[in-house]
């Protein structure tokens, strides 16, 4: 896929040897892929959703998005974790900066996010803000138990009925979940809400190509066929194993970097809205690879402002980092930097110049800073920040991380340690059962 380019030149010095052989390990586990074989094989449904999606539901979630678009100023997007990370990855990237300082324009509702923490303060703000207003609520959870949500659902659905009345409600209030169990299902069906599927071979945090990440980036008002067909792209480009599928060799230079003693992931951005994109990233691999004692710990930085905190770390701390970096090439938009006749600031030398290239020679500074460092990295390319190039980078990122994960010997699409906080909390909470 041409608007993604992967370059590992300035990795490969540190782990050539075990790069070389791992090479059946990956092919082994495309096929496993492939063939819908290995562990977890039956949260494999996200492997072919670029391909499997129909205009249909495309159709239909565009759909719900324009009366949700024509009825709110904000839409509420409850969820957490897989439900949630992957809709707000991108909403982050492709919006202005500033979009939350605008107020809502007719037909253009900000997309605002609850059920990702059990803040208090959090809630009530948020409350505090969408007294009075047009609002609505896409409530998504897979399980259609948790907790984070739940609570936030509970609270947003009384403010809703209270405000708009229990029918308009009704039509503000969209539920994504599993076809047939959990408590948000039973309530769906029960107060008549419009509801999508989470197909049940799709794992939360391999779902944002489905329902759970498209609704909410429709919403926001971003073209969701670009998306898909940017992954889909991807998907035909990634299908087969050779030493140019970028997906392989990404899952086979960190894996061999693993093996050669590096432990930590970082994905590096120079570009603030990918900052969210990083954490969507950082769930996808940290709970598809962190069991048994095993996996690349993934962490993220936003440079350069980073590189004023972290920079020291990274730069001269413990040999144990990689960095794996987001580049965009082109901006949205021409700024230069412009000339002062007084120039105090000494910064004359850079007048005329576009910010981006002072932005591209501190990545480029700052690749060979940390490699002399001892800091393998790697660079992904990106043409630009839009759906298509998102789509494909979703993707990509998707099935690199089933490869790596079969690669280390996980299985890379169950998440058990994440019940073991549940359970405390439930029974110091007294749940019943607990
Ligand atoms: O990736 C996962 O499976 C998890 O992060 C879930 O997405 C998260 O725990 C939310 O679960 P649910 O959608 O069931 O509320």
Not at 127 to 142: C, H, M, P
Not at 169 to 189: C, F, H, N, P, Q
Request: with cysteine.
């Amino acid at each position: 896929m041409k608007s993604i380019q992967l370059n590992i030149e300035k990795a490969l010095y540190y782990a050539e040897e075990e790069y070389k052989s791992n090479e059946a390990s990956a092919r082994a586990a495309i096929s496993n892929l492939d063939e819908c074989k290995g562990a977890g094989n039956d949260f494999h449904g996200w492997v072919k959703l670029p391909t499997e999606t129909s205009q249909e539901l495309i159709d239909r979630i565009n759909a719900t998005a324009k009366r949700l678009q024509e009825n709110c100023d904000y839409v509420v997007c409850v969820g957490i974790g897989g439900s949630y990370l992957g809709a707000k990855a991108v909403n982050t990237a492709l919006a202005d900066n500033f979009e939350y300082y605008y107020a809502p324009n007719p037909k253009e509702p900000k997309v605002l996010y609850a059920g990702q923490n059990i803040s208090e303060d959090y809630t009530a703000e948020l409350e505090k803000l969408l007294t009075g207003k047009k609002f609505g609520i896409i409530v998504i959870s897979k399980s259609g138990t948790t907790t984070e949500p739940a609570i936030a659902f509970r609270i947003l659905k009384e403010l809703l009925e209270k405000q708009a009345g229990k029918a308009a409600a009704k039509d503000l209030i969209v539920a994504i979940t599993d076809a047939e169990k959990g408590a948000l299902r039973t309530l769906a069906t029960q107060e008549g809400y419009e509801t999508y599927v989470i197909p049940d071979n799709v794992g939360g945090r391999f779902s944002v190509l489905t329902p759970v990440g498209l609704l909410p980036i429709a919403v926001a008002g971003h073209d969701i066929s670009k998306l898909i067909a940017g992954a889909k792209e991807m998907e035909e480009s990634i299908l087969r194993p050779s030493d140019t599928n970028i997906a392989e060799v990404y899952a086979r230079m960190r894996n061999a970097l693993y093996q050669s003693g590096k432990k930590i992931e970082i994905l590096v951005n120079f570009e603030p809205k990918l900052h969210y994109f990083a954490e969507w990233w950082k769930q996808l691999y940290g709970e598809s690879e962190g069991k048994d004692g095993k996996g690349i710990f993934p962490a993220s930085v936003d440079f350069t402002t980073d590189l004023h905190s972290m920079g020291q770390w990274i730069q001269d701390g413990e040999r144990t980092i990689f960095e794996t970096v987001l580049s965009v090439k082109k901006p949205s938009v021409e700024r230069r930097v412009p000339e002062d006749k007084d120039n105090l600031d000494g910064i004359n030398y850079l007048a005329g110049k576009r910010i981006d290239e002072v932005n591209k020679m501190a990545e480029l500074g700052t690749q060979m800073a940390h490699v002399d460092g001892g800091v393998p990295n790697m660079r992904i390319e990106l043409e630009q920040l839009d759906e298509h190039t998102l789509g494909g980078l979703i993707y990509f990122f998707e099935k690199a991380c089933g490869i790596s994960g079969y690669m280390l010997g996980v299985n890379p699409f169950n998440q058990p340690g994440v019940e073991a906080y549940k359970k405390n909390m439930f029974k110091l909470l007294k749940k019943p059962g607990y």
